[in-house]
């Protein structure tokens, strides 16, 4: 290992040190499972806004996003559009009656007893189906960042992929086995920062030792028009409506990811919410602008010399750009967003083996300290198979989050923003819409050609609505009255 690789791994040692720091701070206060599966809703609006798009972006931000500019350029655009979007839509929309109902339906602390409480079932189909769902896609979705981490480690450090792989999952167990739901989300707030910083510094040194933004398009225009066209290929093909409607179908996704939900089912004050979708949106539309950029600034910088390897585009201009201590910390940022995603979804993910099915099918009631180091127990094992999902080098962060994205998207989505809104909304409508959406997303998925060549998500998106209202409005004898728990919704001011 170089002097510059030592320097560099003892910054991620002090960086880790500190979140590992956190964790161990609200190891000694988590007392009973609310307070480590959602904090017992104590966030302030900063810690919600930061953790909840830090949770959100993950290592795609600053690997699979870049990389897809760095081969497509403003093709990338549609993307970065759809999820900004749809961002807000989720903050504008779902946050405050999110956060409303699932305190006054029996307070509950997952997206799956919500469910349940919502269409107050006193059997626990929904919960228990929407808890598999949860572990199906959060499998996939986890795998994802642990991929995004093996590749960040053996990149700069010279390492075998599943080694480094290893290094990165026993790093991201560590704080969230301790410290649970405020652990994550402190970690989130400061990885969500150096995220921020990283994603703004390094492609403003970079273009300007180009010359200038002026001189990198003219570069790029040069080798490759189409680069800058974000309505054709690269290869000069028309990118067709199809293929837009599957890029910007992405924002689609936002109302059903649990990791996201939960952040705003956790904020303290329902009035501190408007102010957190400022900070959030402020966040994320100058992420999302600074990834598209770094892609295709990258192509010009690195002389288009990555060779497959596009993933690794932000990895290679730090690493040729900055001094040892600087490369370290922005090196960090990946570390920082892939730990700032796949611990929330560990967390989502022991939350509904425990909460949503363990109390359910057992006839076992336990102590509150035993339910959480249940808890404890299934971050670790529903890591070991993420991990093992993550063991193939070739995996691709950006198509591991495609798919789990559309997943929980499809599944979760409609039957969140529709349930939120509509009070005649059944239980058994609930249910068509979730089962309707994981099949379209599984069975789409595997399909080609034509129409098929069709984001999943959006497709599926559409078809659970259909489901959703079609078998409510035919089950109208099922349906709860909803009146005293939307009574006055609207007039609580964020």
């Not at 002090?14 to 000694?28: E, T, V």
């Not at 053996?154 to 560590?174: A, D």
């Not at 979708?277 to 950029?293: D, E, K, P, Q, Y």
């Amino acid at each position: 290992m170089t002097a510059r690789q030592t320097g560099i791994l003892t910054i991620f040692f002090f960086y880790i040190l500190m979140m590992l720091g956190i964790g161990w701070l609200y190891y000694k206060r988590t007392e009973k499972l609310s307070d480590y599966i959602i904090g017992d809703r104590k966030l302030n609006y900063w810690v919600t806004a930061l953790s909840s798009q830090a949770s959100d972006m993950s290592g795609w931000l600053l690997m699979g996003l870049p990389g897809y500019a760095y081969v497509a350029g403003m093709e990338a655009v549609w993307i970065a559009l759809g999820l900004l979007v749809g961002t807000w839509a989720n903050w504008r929309f779902v946050a405050k009656r999110l956060r409303i109902l699932t305190e006054k339906m029996g307070n509950a602390i997952t997206l799956s007893s919500y469910f349940q409480n919502r269409f107050k079932e006193t059997n626990a189909r929904l919960r228990v189906i929407s808890a598999i769902v949860i572990l199906i896609f959060f499998l996939i979705y986890t795998a994802s960042g642990l991929v995004a981490g093996g590749k960040l480690f053996s990149s700069v450090f010279s390492m075998n992929y599943q080694v480094s792989l290893t290094i990165g999952t026993l790093v991201i167990i560590g704080y969230t086995f301790l410290g649970g739901f405020m652990a994550v989300c402190w970690t989130d707030f400061f990885q969500g920062i150096l995220m921020f910083l990283a994603l703004i510094v390094v492609p403003t040194v970079c273009v300007g030792k180009v010359g200038g933004l002026g001189v990198t398009m003219a570069e790029l225009e040069a080798f490759n028009a189409e680069l800058l066209n974000p309505f054709t290929t690269v290869d000069g093909a028309a990118l067709g409506g199809l293929a837009i409607a599957s890029l910007l179908a992405w924002g689609l996704g936002y109302f059903g990811q649990p990791h996201i939900l939960t952040r705003f089912m956790a904020i303290e004050k329902i009035g501190e919410l408007k102010n957190a979708r400022r900070v959030a949106m402020t966040w994320v539309t100058f992420s999302l602008i600074a990834a598209v950029l770094i892609g295709m600034i990258g192509f010009i910088y690195l002389d288009g010399s990555l060779n497959g390897s596009n993933e690794t585009v932000f990895i290679q201009m730090v690493e040729t750009t900055f001094p040892t201590i600087i490369a370290g910390i922005m090196l960090a940022a990946i570390l920082a967003a892939i730990m700032s995603t796949a611990d929330s979804q560990l967390l989502v993910t022991s939350s509904a083996l425990i909460e949503d099915l363990l109390k359910v099918f057992s006839k076992k009631t336990y102590s509150e300290k035993t339910y959480v180091w249940l808890s404890r127990g299934t971050v670790m094992a529903v890591a070991f198979f993420a991990y093992l999902l993550a063991w193939n080098p070739d995996n691709s962060v950006l198509d591991l989050v495609a798919y789990a994205w559309a997943g929980f998207g499809a599944s979760f989505g409609p039957v969140v923003l529709i349930s939120v809104y509509w009070k005649k909304m059944t239980g058994n409508g609930a249910l068509a819409g979730m089962i309707t959406g994981g099949a379209t997303v599984l069975i789409w998925r595997n399909l080609s050609g034509g129409l098929f060549d069709l984001y999943e998500l959006l497709p599926a998106f559409v078809l659970a609505a259909i489901a959703i209202f079609l078998v409510s409005s035919m089950d109208q004898k099922n349906a709860v009255n909803m009146d005293l728990e939307f009574d006055g919704i609207d007039k609580i001011h964020e």
